[in-house]
């Protein structure tokens, strides 16, 4: 089946500071991958959808100078967490698109837990 | 299983019971649905799909039901095992294969 993974899977960082977290779909091209947030007991979020070669498109309420997006191959998008405050602390999921897959599944990586000091 | 807001709604059941779990989606042009398992620390988990064309679909263990006329969808667990024991997620796909999550329901079973 097709895997995505995520790096890292965890980061402590201090508030002012920027992460960048990958999300990579290891055995297939993803032409669409999406950004999600989870706070805890909450569900998925949909932050924004990335398109390879073109920019992400934001969800109402993301701020995207905040949250950097770069989906420059098939494979790799990253996330940029820019000026993190504790706030921003949550659960980072990203899902890849298959474009084979006649029922448009969404294949999930394992998530980044963010925790901003 | 209905969103109550910052509190997971939970399905307490027996090992070996069937378990059965409810979800009520917004919109009725969606046509494509899921049901993801997720635990602890980790991303979601696919389970079973169901496109709006159909009103039921079977698994291993696992059964989806789809009432397009109240736009509910269930997810009916068959011996339900400890391992099933996660939190669960339905999700509409509406356009441009976007998801969009219920509410979720979290699932414990008793040994």
């Known amino acids: 089946g097709a895997v995505v993974s995520q790096h890292p899977s965890r980061v402590i960082c201090k508030s002012g500071t920027s992460v960048k977290i990958e999300c990579r779909s290891l055995d297939f091209q993803a032409t669409t991958m999406f950004w999600y947030r989870q706070f805890p007991k909450q569900s998925l979020m949909l932050m924004a959808t990335s398109n390879e070669g073109s920019k992400a498109t934001y969800e109402q309420g993301v701020e995207k100078d905040k949250f950097l997006i770069n989906h420059a191959s098939l494979t790799l998008s990253t996330l940029t967490v820019t000026s993190a405050h504790p706030e921003d602390s949550s659960f980072y999921i990203c899902?890849?698109?298959?474009?084979?897959?006649?029922?448009?599944?969404?294949?999930f990586g394992p998530g980044t837990r963010l925790t901003v000091l | 299983g209905e969103s109550v807001g910052l509190h997971l709604p939970t399905l307490s059941v027996q090992e070996g019971d069937n378990s059965i779990i409810n979800c009520a989606y917004s919109?009725?042009?969606?046509?494509?649905f899921i049901w993801y398992k997720q635990e602890s620390g980790k991303g979601p988990q696919f389970i079973i799909d169901?496109?709006?064309?159909?009103d039921k679909r079977q698994g291993q263990r696992v059964t989806v039901l789809l009432n397009k006329t109240v736009k509910h969808l269930s997810l009916q667990i068959a011996a339900t095992q400890p391992g099933d024991s996660a939190v669960y997620f339905c999700?509409?796909?509406?356009?441009?294969?976007?998801?969009?999550f219920g509410g979720g329901t979290r699932l414990m079973v008793k040994p």
């Open positions: 919109n009725s042009a969606s046509d494509y």
């Open positions: 169901i496109r709006s064309n159909m």
């Open positions: 999700a509409e796909n509406k356009a441009g294969n976007m998801l969009t």
């Open positions: 899902s890849a698109f298959d474009f084979r897959s006649s029922y448009n599944e969404q294949f």
